[in-house]
């Protein structure tokens, strides 16, 4: 620190890479006196002039309203109130142009001005040093003021730190050429704005206060040095003219030496920079009570009569400006091949402000400047950027370039697309001065390209943050819906087991209720099944014997208590049914005997192996006489469909289910059925 | 008011890529006259018939590109960039060389170099030069059949000769070029590059190979060192220094360019002297200084940074001198720019300047240079 201040005060200074002269031409206005402009008919005041998010409303279409009254207000702190610039009356709310290079429109207040002028009631502060910060911030938020350098950052947000700081850096540099409003605001108001800085040195409490100026204004250095003759701490420092040294970290690095750190900001290095005219409306607005509504605008040019600086209350339309200092426009008459037919206006200096897409667009608190230039004076402006040829690979951007960036290969970059490379050559340290594109021999219009290119990697970097938020919930999702599944089956789980467990109960006649389910399925199955089949010989009987014998080694696939005591049941009321009819004592003993042994066997809930071999015999059996009917081939499901629905009226809901389940079992083993007696008729026929 | 958005900057130093060309080609014209006072006017016949070749080149393949783009065609053909092409090309071949070496190069040089590779801005590789190592390479008899200066010609060789010998091979007597190229005593002449290096590997040493006539010829005129070749050097060195000063190419090419192959020089003197060349030799013969103030800086294919510049330029020096002492052709000057804008694109990655705001904590306080206190006017 000791080493800066050593030599700021022998006036050796610093300074930064690259930079170009552009012929000033500020000698068009530099002469003359700010003039007081007469009252526009109305006025159009946006409801964001700064960077931020813009105010609630406080006033609403038909309200009268006073000079200097709140129009908009917020808790925000983003937000910066707008007030009106004077008295008259709310005519409409609506969306207009407004001042900003992409010409949309957004909502805008329109006062219809009424001439009179009246004030709203001010206080009068006399002794500023006797406030305290908080004050003096919420008075400085309160007056709507925002940068007025050109970026309108909100200053209460910008001054809101800790005291103690090292440098209050005064930007008075005004490098652009045409524009000398501050100038002019520096010969005729120096008072007002060492008011300002002391304010903010009050505020801040800096180690020192640095003022810097280019050479090209001896009469507004004279002013300062003047004004801060009797302040110790505030150094007016004369800088060589170059462009830009108003830029924010151009202006720290000739000052101070030190370099912002990319992507911080300078109050990270212990310095806080102020515009002039900042300075100004500050101590207007604490000691005056006056908030920002009106600000100095070069209105300038070859193509007006009288250019000269104004005030201009905010809200001006550029229309009024520019009749008040007789524009004319220039008619193309010859000149074919030029996409232009008549003036631009540009809004702001010729380097970095945009071109005014119609009349009605307003004077807002960054706007220092309305340049109407003519043909000769300006023949780019007139050209609509189409001489552009390929790049040469000169270098003469990158010797110009205050960044110390490659212009070069960004534009190689941005005309690929290629995001990847334009962030690892820092595209975002680019400050947009169009030192570049000035020099360019190809006139490639350079400063284009690089915006375009800054807001398709903005916009594709928010794009990239909500897919990366839809990903995340969309996992969140999927793992949710797992988890509900694996419940519900854990749920399906122990519903089934109760079930089976309360079927498996025994009852107190020794059968479990399933049995006794499946009992009385079987009865009424047999029943159907004994009115068919009435006429059955001995000899199948006794085949059926033998191929028992042989089927009896695929009974172990048998393994579920319902099934095999279903098939027994069934095969018990069957024998029941025949030994009522008397047909064929032999087999039939045979099969009773071997059915009563099951039916005994049953009734002991212990012996379920051989259950499932009793049932797998008999329903071998009943299987082999199915088979032996080949016209009875669909009666069997029917009927044991009829006997099964007979059954449930005397049953309660387990029987039912118990039964809806064995029909299916039925049906399935009636499906094998008819794929074999398909199969064995496929075979006779061949 | 002019409704319709522009963007900014408005203003322009209305500099144009034409002029720049422009520029260049007023500062090739001492060195193409003295060129002309000592070698006749072979090389001006050559140039004029590859500045109508390469425009008619330009002329077919911006034709068929303009479906494309909108410029108008005539602004771009005669934007300066193929008239240059051409006259570099000119001035590098041999006094009488037949016709159709020119129109090939040029042709080479204007469609395959330049537009094949993407038109003005985007080859790789310098057109002329590229053109000149393809036809040394493919016509080798023709590219090196060097007349010595028109003083000790022993034919007379006016411009009609010079016409018909281009276009037919032989004088209007019926001289050959290999005729011409003989002196009284039946020697073929060469280039003093080529005698030297002869001359070198045969074993005599420097101080008595310089008196041939070919090196100094005794006038008052001879700085000694190779006879008519030093002062088409000098002239384009002037021409080099005017352009530097115009701030129309970059200085840090040529100076180290010339630089390293002093050192080269210097080097090799110190170890052997009896058969190393002069710093000065090296520097004012051959096409050492065309290559290093309008070739080397060509912005198109040479490195963009400037300690990029440093470097491609210091390699271009070693590299002419390797190829002078060491390889098979006299000159290295075409070869030694064609491997340097091969490694131009891999210096330019690795020479980046930092980027303000970016790695701060290198750049001391100290460094930064103080500047006088502004003057109020």
Redesign the interface.
């Known amino acids: 620190m000791k080493s800066i201040i050593e030599r700021i005060k022998q006036n050796k200074f610093w300074q930064f890479h690259g930079g170009i002269h552009p012929p000033e031409q500020k000698t068009l206005t530099s002469d003359k006196p700010i003039r007081q402009l007469p009252l526009p008919k109305q006025l159009i005041l946006p409801l964001q002039q700064h960077i931020g998010r813009q105010g609630d409303l406080l006033v609403k279409v038909g309200d009268k309203v006073l000079k200097g009254q709140a129009l908009t207000q917020s808790k925000n702190p983003m937000a910066v109130p707008i007030h009106a610039p004077t008295s008259g009356i709310v005519s409409a709310i609506k969306k207009s142009v407004i001042a900003h290079p992409s010409g949309l429109s957004e909502l805008c207040i329109f006062i219809d001005v009424d001439y009179e002028d009246t004030w709203q009631p001010r206080k009068i502060c006399q002794d500023f040093s006797k406030l305290s910060q908080q004050e003096i911030i919420k008075k400085i938020a309160d007056s709507g003021i925002a940068g007025m350098g050109g970026a309108g950052f909100p200053t209460h947000i910008k001054v809101n730190t800790k005291p103690d700081i090292n440098f209050l850096v005064i930007n008075a540099a005004e490098c652009e050429p045409y524009i000398t409003a501050d100038d002019l605001l520096m010969c005729e108001q120096s008072e007002a704005i060492v008011d300002g800085i002391k304010i903010l040195d009050q505020l801040l409490n800096p180690a020192f206060i640095l003022i810097g100026i280019e050479a090209n204004k001896p009469r507004a250095i004279k002013a300062l040095q003047h004004a801060t003759k009797n302040i110790e701490k505030i150094n007016v420092c004369v800088l060589p003219t170059k462009y830009p040294t108003g830029g924010e970290k151009q202006l720290i690095k000739i000052l101070t030496g030190i370099e912002v750190n990319s992507g911080t900001l300078p109050i990270h290095s212990s310095i806080v920079v102020q515009n002039v005219a900042t300075c100004f409306a500050i101590s207007d607005a604490i000691i005056n009570d006056i908030p920002l509504i009106k600000r100095v605008v070069t209105v300038t040019g070859q193509a007006l009569n009288k250019p000269q600086n104004v005030w201009a209350l905010l809200g001006t339309p550029v229309s009024h400006l520019l009749e008040q200092t007789g524009f004319s426009s220039e008619e193309n008459t010859s000149a074919s091949n030029l996409p232009i037919t008549s003036s631009p206006v540009i809004m702001g200096g010729p380097l970095m402000g945009f071109s005014v897409l119609n009349e009605l667009v307003p004077i807002v608190k960054t706007s220092n400047c309305i340049l109407a230039p003519r043909r000769t004076e300006m023949p780019s402006a007139f050209d609509g950027n189409s001489n552009e040829v390929e790049c040469i690979r000169c270098g003469q951007c990158s010797d110009v370039c205050p960044s110390q960036l490659l212009p070069q290969e960004l534009q190689w970059s941005a005309k690929a697309k290629d995001h990847q490379q334009l962030i690892k050559l820092n595209l975002f340290d680019c400050i947009d001065c169009g030192a570049c594109a000035y020099v360019c021999p190809s006139q490639i219009p350079l400063v284009q390209y690089y915006r375009v290119a800054k807001a398709e990697i903005r916009q594709q970097q928010q794009l990239d943050i909500k897919s990366e938020k839809a990903k995340v919930r969309f996992e969140a999702r999927k793992l949710r819906l797992e988890k509900e599944k694996i419940a519900r089956e854990e749920k399906h789980k122990k519903a089934a087991a109760s079930r089976k467990a309360t079927m498996n109960k025994k009852s107190s006649d020794g059968g479990t209720a399933s049995s006794a389910v499946a009992a009385a399925l079987a009865r009424v199955k047999a029943k159907k099944l004994a009115n068919n089949k009435e006429n059955e010989s001995s000899a199948s009987n006794d085949e059926v014997e033998l191929k028992e014998e042989s089927a009896l080694p695929s009974s172990p696939n048998e393994v579920q208590d319902e099934k095999s005591e279903v098939k027994a049941a069934i095969a018990r009321a069957k024998a029941k049914r025949l030994a009522k009819n008397k047909v064929s004592p032999p087999a039939e003993q045979t099969t009773a005997g071997e059915i009563k042994k099951v039916e005994t066997s049953s009734n002991n809930a212990d012996d379920d192996k051989k259950i499932r071999i009793d049932a797998a015999v008999a329903k071998a059996k009943a299987k082999a006489k199915a088979n032996k009917e080949h016209v009875i081939e669909d009666q069997p499901l029917t009927s044991i469909e009829d006997e099964i629905e007979v059954s449930p009226q005397a049953e309660d809901k387990k029987a039912r289910i118990a039964a809806a389940v064995a029909k299916a079992k039925a049906k399935a083993v009636a499906k094998k059925e008819q794929a074999k007696q398909l199969k064995s008729t496929n075979k006779e026929s061949e | ?17 034409s ?2 060309m422009r520029l260049v080609i007023y500062a090739l014209l001492p060195g193409i006259l003295t060129q002309w006072y000592f070698f006749g006017w072979g090389n001006v016949i050559h140039i004029s018939l590859a500045i109508t070749t390469a425009l008619f080149c330009e002329f077919i393949a911006l034709s068929l590109r303009s479906k494309s783009n909108t ?1 108008k065609l005539s602004n ?1 053909i005669f ?1 300066g ?1 193929a008239i240059l092409t051409a006259i570099l090309l000119g001035i590098c071949l041999p006094a009488v060389a037949p016709w159709w070496i020119s129109i090939i190069g040029a042709a080479f040089a204007i469609l395959v170099v330049k537009q094949l590779y993407g ?4 080859n790789p590789f310098n057109p002329a030069m590229a053109a000149y190592v393809m036809l040394l390479i493919s016509f080798p008899i023709q590219m090196t059949s060097w007349l010595p200066p028109l003083t000790l010609i022993n034919i007379d060789l006016g411009f009609a000769n010079t016409l018909t010998t281009i276009f037919t091979g032989f004088t209007s007597d019926g001289y050959s070029v290999e005729q011409l190229k003989t002196n009284i005593d039946g020697f073929t002449m060469a280039t003093p590059l080529d005698t030297l290096k002869t001359n070198v590997g045969q074993g005599y040493i420097i101080s008595e190979i310089v008196q041939g006539r070919i090196f100094s010829n005794n006038s008052s005129t001879s700085l000694g060192l190779s006879l008519g070749w030093e002062w088409i050097n000098i002239a384009f060195l002037a021409g080099g220094l005017i352009l530097i000063a115009k701030k129309a190419i ?1 200085w840090q090419s040529p100076l180290s360019f010339l630089l390293s192959l002093f050192v080269c020089s210097f080097i090799a003197y110190t170890i052997s002297p009896d058969s190393s060349a002069s710093t000065l030799f090296h520097w004012l013969s051959g096409g050492c200084m065309l290559g290093a103030f309008f070739i080397l800086t060509d ?2 294919t ?1 490195a ?2 400037a300690k990029g510049r440093l470097i491609i330029g210091a390699l271009a020096g070693l590299l002419v001198y390797l190829i002078r002492t060491f390889g098979g052709y006299p000159d290295g000057v075409a070869f030694a720019i064609l491997l340097c804008n091969m490694a131009a694109p891999l210096v330019d990655q690795y020479t ?7 790695d ?1 904590e290198k ?1 001391s ?1 100290s460094e ?10």
């Open positions: 008011m002019a409704f319709w958005i522009a963007s900014s900057p408005h203003n322009h130093n209305q500099t144009e890529t002029a720049l410029k771009q934007d960039s038109g003005l801005g985007n970059a912005p198109v040479g963009t940074s980046r300047p930092r980027t303000y705001g970016h701060v750049v306080i930064a240079k103080p500047i006088k206190q502004g003057e109020v006017k």
